[in-house]
């Protein structure tokens, strides 16, 4: 089915009461194992305009780290903020932030606005709508005035202070940018648009990242995240620090850990790429790497029988790109799968895993 069809078979009106609200403490285990944030700078999406930004600038909105506090601390025009802070007495309705996502498109699931820290001046209400423009010019095309595209992903909610807070669409809308509105003014740490990526997949014998965040891989269970969010291992490029990759804590005797990523495809693998970037004294040991084809499931588990080894073991070093082509030292063959399995022995922090191969 083409993003069309999509399109036309998954718009529907979205809810209009609270009823779709998530409690703060189930936000994250609501979104985590079949949703990404379409909206994170790390996966490239872009705050394209904006009414406001008069204390705190808008691009802090989509920064994938968590809001900090800085109390004492000015700047010329106040108080600092980790977030979008507009000024006070809005003389229209809501103050408004345009954004490109990262993905080709993407199907909404989920809204989250933290407002973290905005006490006294965060936004009393938030709506968000959604438009699906592509092709040359789609950016232009939706900042002009009088764009007509825009639709309701999100009706107004109201919200409170320095909170997570987060609501479902069940209807889900599939969507190239979105539009947040601030009714009227006020402060928002960080908005989060969580939801599966709707790929544009070349020809299928065209060699391509089955894995990547960006063509629909999803992170979808892990044995360990202490330092550093599974999520991260799907990322575009190799980030900026020891902050943006998979890290579990230390172990003692014998141990290993693991992360289960669901592939944007069921995919001919031919290579994996396990990168080390950053990591230079806690990198893992070795790794190896497992695949199983469960076409139609979202997580596999990990003791499930159907894994089977797709790489042999590896040693691993320090800030490294090991790469480990399907085939070599191992029964020849092509093998199809749905899912694949990273284990690091005993314990570590990988920056990005890739997986490559032509869609099935």
């Not at 204390?55 to 600092?80: E, M």
């Not at 309701?152 to 509105?181: M, Y």
């Not at 005797?253 to 693991?258: L, N, Q, Y």
């Not at 797709?310 to 199809?336: C, H, N, W, Y």
Request: with cysteine; charged share 25%.
């Amino acid at each position: 089915m083409d993003v069309q069809s999509l399109l036309s078979a998954l718009v529907q009106p979205a809810p209009q009461t609270d009823n779709d609200s998530v409690p703060a403490e189930d936000i994250d285990t609501t979104f985590s194992s079949d949703c990404i944030d379409l909206a994170s700078a790390s996966l490239g999406s872009r705050i394209l305009s904006f009414s406001d930004e008069f204390f705190a600038d808008a691009s802090n909105l989509i920064n994938p780290q968590p809001p900090i506090h800085r109390p004492g601390v000015y700047v010329p025009t106040g108080a600092w903020y980790d977030g979008w802070e507009t000024r006070r007495h809005n003389p229209q309705p809501f103050d408004w932030v345009i954004i490109s996502l990262g993905v080709a498109s993407g199907l909404v699931r989920g809204v989250e606005i933290d407002t973290a820290f905005f006490d006294g001046n965060h936004a009393p209400e938030i709506s968000v709508d959604g438009c699906f423009v592509t092709g040359e010019g789609a950016d232009e095309k939706v900042l002009k005035e009088g764009f007509l595209g825009w639709s309701e992903v999100l009706g107004v909610r109201a919200c409170g202070p320095s909170r997570r807070q987060a609501w479902k669409v069940e209807a889900g809308k599939i969507v190239t940018h979105v539009r947040l509105r601030m009714w009227p003014d006020g402060g928002i740490a960080r908005f989060r648009v969580y939801g599966q990526a709707v790929p544009v997949w070349p020809l299928e014998t065209v060699e391509v990242e089955l894995s990547a965040a960006v063509m629909g891989g999803m992170a979808v269970k892990c044995s360990d995240q202490h330092f550093g969010r599974k999520d991260n291992l799907l990322l575009p490029g190799r980030g900026v620090d020891m902050g943006d990759g998979w890290e579990t804590k230390r172990s003692r005797g014998k141990h290993v850990d693991w992360v289960i990523v669901k592939l944007g495809a069921r995919g001919v693998v031919s290579r994996v790429m396990i990168d080390t970037m950053h990591f230079r004294g806690n990198f893992p040991k070795e790794a190896w790497v497992e695949g199983c084809d469960a076409e139609g499931e979202g997580v596999v588990e990990e003791e499930d029988t159907r894994w089977s080894s797709v790489s042999p073991l590896q040693a691993m070093g320090p800030d490294k790109e090991f790469e480990v082509r399907i085939g070599v030292g191992m029964e020849e063959g092509e093998r199809t799968f749905t899912h694949v399995k990273l284990v690091i022995v005993p314990d570590g922090g990988v920056k990005r895993f890739r997986v490559f191969g032509r869609k099935a």
